[in-house]
């Protein structure tokens, strides 16, 4: 009898190994992604996209993660609140290893939402503002 618990132990054990790796890289991601956001809109000219007028930052959500051409696509959503109502930018961000380490290679914002692909993507080059390594964050 406690064999067998021991085995399903180690069985539930080795299965789950998988699971929680792919779980804490998209938790990671997922971070990543909403703190890069955050430090883009408020670092740079995202008043543009509301016309000037001041704007709250409601809600980061981080719709997908794709492979594309050797680099990871995220795609999203910002929610803001500008004067009084609620507007929705849609986003992308194309992330490439560079010396061991992921860098932001490609960013769009839009006020629609759009479907990427990487060759859609590479047409918005990303001048570094707000690094990604500055927010890779250890879950351990």
């Not at 021991?6 to 779980?23: G, K, N, W, Y």
């Not at 997922?30 to 509301?50: G, I, Y």
């Not at 995220?74 to 004067?83: E, I, R």
């Not at 929705?88 to 932001?104: F, H, R």
Request: net charge negative.
């Amino acid at each position: 009898m406690r064999i067998k618990i021991l085995i399903s132990l180690l069985f539930f054990c080795l299965t789950s190994l998988p699971v929680l790796a792919v779980e804490e890289e998209y938790n990671r991601y997922e971070a990543s992604f909403k703190n890069f956001l955050t430090c883009e809109l408020t670092r740079t000219d995202a008043v543009n996209h509301f016309k000037g007028k001041d704007f709250t930052i409601t809600m980061i959500s981080l719709h997908g993660i794709s492979q594309e051409s050797g680099m990871k696509i995220l795609t999203g959503a910002v929610q803001c609140f500008v004067g009084d109502e609620y507007k929705t930018l849609y986003t992308a961000v194309g992330v490439q290893p560079l010396a061991d380490k992921e860098v932001v290679s490609y960013y769009t914002i839009r006020s629609q939402d759009f479907s990427i692909l990487a060759t859609e993507l590479i047409r918005f080059p990303y001048k570094e503002r707000c690094p990604w390594s500055q927010y890779w964050i250890d879950l351990d």
